[in-house]
C-alpha cells in the first residue's frame, strides 16, 4: 500500500536533472540490479523484488520520501498532478497490453474480466492504443455503472451467458484476447469459451486459489495462455510519456474520493472494507488544498 504516488521534489542531488518544487511521477520497485534478470532487462522479475510503500522504504502515504533519482519521471506542468498517481496501475495495464504482442489493435476485441481499478486500467491504456471493441465481465451494479464509462458493452456473468454475449457482439466470432483481473475460475472458464481460434489468455490477477485451465479448450483453440506481473522500466517510462501527451482520457472517474492523510484509516481503509464496491481508487494527500480537485 501506499506504492502509487507523485509528488514534488524538496531537493535533489546537482547532478539528477531534477529541480525542487518539480513535479514527478514515482516509479516505486526497488531490485537489486545485479542478478541474471535484472542484468536481462527483467528488473520487474528481480529476485528480491519490492515496491517502496507495500514492502517498507516509505511511501506515498506519508508527508516525505526518499526516492532514487533514476525513480523519478519528471511530469510538464500542463500534466494534472491530481490525477497522475493513476499512471502505476496504468503501467501495470500497459505491460500486460504490450506482452500480448499484438501490434495493431484497431480490430481487435477485447473481454476484460474484473471492472475493478485494474480492470479499468486495461480498459484505458486499449482504448489509447485504438482497440476496436472492449468488453468488461463485472457482477456488481455500482462497478458495472462505473465500467460504462470505459467500455463498449458491460457483461453481468450472473445474469448473462458472457461467452454467447461475446460471441452476439462480434458477429459470431468470439474475443480476440481476454484480461483476467479477477481471478475467478467461473470467470476463466465462460472466457475460454468466448476466445477466437488462436485468441490470447492473459492472466494479470492476483489468484486466491489454485486456477484450474480448461486444457481441452487450451488444446484444441491453440490458446496462448500468459501472465503478466507489475511493468518494467521501458512499460512505465511508455505509460508516463503516454499519460503526459494526454494519451488516456476520462480518467477522473477512477478517482471516486478524495481524503487526507489523517483519515486514511476510517476514509480508507475501513471504507474500502465496508464499500468496497463502491469505489475504484481512494486518492490519498497531505495537503488539505488538494482534496478540492
Same mark, same amino acid.
Given at each position: ?30 531490485y ?7 542484468t ?6 528481480c529476485?528480491?523484488l ?49 506482452l500480448?504482442?499484438?501490434k ?25 492504443l485504438?482497440?476496436k ?44 484476447v &481476454? ?11 465462460? =472466457? !475460454?469459451? /468466448?476466445?477466437? $481460434?488462436? +485468441? ?19 488444446l ?8 503478466? &506481473?507489475?511493468y518494467?522500466?521501458?512499460?512505465f517510462?511508455?505509460?508516463?510519456? =503516454? !499519460?503526459? /501527451?494526454?494519451? $488516456?482520457? +476520462? ?19 475501513e ?23
Amino acid at each position: 500500500m501506499g506504492h502509487e504516488f507523485c509528488g514534488r521534489v524538496i531537493s535533489a542531488p546537482p547532478a539528477s536533472g531534477l529541480s525542487k518544487g518539480q513535479a514527478v511521477m514515482v516509479d516505486p520497485r526497488f531490485y537489486c540490479g545485479k542478478c541474471s534478470r535484472c542484468t536481462a532487462s527483467h528488473t520487474h522479475g528481480c529476485k528480491t523484488l519490492g515496491l517502496k510503500g507495500f514492502h517498507g522504504g516509505g511511501g506515498g502515504f506519508s508527508d516525505m520520501v526518499a526516492v532514487e533519482t533514476k525513480h523519478c519521471y519528471p511530469l510538464p506542468d500542463s500534466v494534472d498532478l491530481s490525477l497522475a498517481a493513476l499512471i502505476e496501475p496504468l503501467a501495470v495495464a500497459w505491460h500486460a497490453v504490450e506482452l500480448c504482442e499484438i501490434k495493431d489493435w484497431s480490430s481487435k476485441a477485447v473481454l476484460i474480466l474484473g471492472g475493478g481499478p485494474i480492470g479499468i486500467a486495461h480498459s484505458s491504456v486499449l482504448r489509447a492504443l485504438g482497440c476496436k471493441s472492449i468488453f468488461i465481465s463485472e457482477p456488481t451494479s455500482t462497478r458495472a455503472a462505473q465500467n460504462r464509462e470505459v467500455a463498449d458493452h458491460v457483461i453481468n456473468p450472473i445474469s448473462e451467458h458472457v461467452a454467447e454475449r461475446c460471441r452476439e457482439l462480434t458477429s459470431g466470432e468470439g474475443v480476440d484476447v &481476454v484480461f483476467d483481473c479477477a481471478g475467478v475460475q467461473k470467470g476463466m472458464d465462460a =472466457a !475460454f469459451d /468466448a476466445l477466437v $481460434f488462436q +485468441g490470447v489468455y492473459m492472466n494479470v490477477a492476483m489468484w486466491g486459489a489454485p486456477m484450474v485451465v480448461p486444457v481441452m479448450t487450451l488444446l484444441h483453440k491453440e490458446i496462448a495462455l500468459k501472465a503478466s &506481473v507489475i511493468y518494467t522500466d521501458r512499460s512505465f517510462r511508455e505509460t508516463v510519456d =503516454a !499519460f503526459a /501527451a494526454g494519451g $488516456f482520457k +476520462g480518467l477522473g472517474g477512477m478517482v471516486t474520493s478524495r481524503i487526507h492523510i489523517d483519515d486514511i484509516i476510517e476514509k480508507g481503509f475501513e471504507e474500502l472494507i465496508n464499500n468496497k464496491d463502491h469505489h475504484i481508487k481512494i486518492m490519498v494527500t497531505p495537503k488539505n488544498e488538494c482534496l478540492g480537485q
